[in-house]
């Protein structure tokens, strides 16, 4: 299961009575996306949560793909986002509190540790993959990422 299966709407139930509609909690479920960010919900949001839905929306599901925000790219970028806050050197419950802070998501630090010790161990498989393959660019591209997610 992805990382992004276990991200959650901190203050779920809050925003569902503010919308009055019910929805998945799940960040990332298409339901959601689809309530929060068409553009009619958010004028019945309080000021603090709309910023952060906007933030979110900014940062996560600006791209032109034809079937924008149900195309990846979301995921995608938020994964990048996550070990971005780990290379700075973030713990798993640290990175919850700043998702947390920035928009209103939650996930279980120990989804996260998770998430992060797989990364680690396919950057340490692409490494390996990488000499063995004769690319040793792409290996040390992989052991310096890898690098930066241990310390």
Not at 7 to 29: C, D, M, T
Not at 44 to 58: G, H, M
């Amino acid at each position: 299961m992805a990382i992004t299966d276990k991200v959650y709407l901190k203050n779920h139930q809050q925003i569902a009575s503010q919308l009055e509609r019910s929805f998945p909690r799940g960040a990332f479920k298409g339901a959601t996306l689809d309530i929060l960010y068409q553009g009619e919900g958010l004028a019945k949001l309080d000021d603090a949560t709309r910023d952060r839905v906007l933030d979110f929306a900014e940062d996560f599901l600006d791209c032109d793909c034809e079937a924008n925000p149900h195309c990846g790219c979301p995921e995608r970028k938020f994964v990048r986002y996550l070990l971005e806050l780990r290379a700075e050197g973030l713990g798993p419950d640290a990175i919850v509190d700043v998702m947390g802070d920035d928009y209103m998501l939650y996930a279980y630090p120990g989804d996260v540790l998770s998430f992060l010790d797989d990364s680690v161990r396919t950057l340490e498989a692409v490494e390996a993959l990488a000499d063995v393959d004769g690319q040793p660019e792409s290996g040390e591209q992989a052991r310096t990422l890898r690098e930066q997610l241990v310390r």
